[in-house]
């Protein structure tokens, strides 16, 4: 078993996040983060994506929406 040790990963604070928390688009538009977990569960305006229990929005798709 060997490992290559050059692999070189992104700092954290360097990566480009790609997803919003339900508690930043509640920010962004708002209103409560309540009424925003409802929103993502129903709309169809932008990207949701469920892992288990939680949620994100990507952050492309509702930006062009949000923004136009």
Do not use: M
Request: charged share 35%; proline share 1%; aromatic share 14%.
């Amino acid at each position: 078993f060997s490992t290559n040790n050059n692999t070189v990963q992104p700092n954290h604070s360097e990566r480009k996040e790609e997803v919003y928390l339900v508690s930043e688009v509640a920010e962004k538009l708002k209103i409560s983060e309540r009424s925003a977990y409802d929103f993502c569960k129903s709309t169809k305006e932008f990207k949701v994506i469920r892992c288990g229990r939680s949620i994100r929005i990507q952050k492309e798709s509702f930006d062009r929406w949000f923004y136009g």
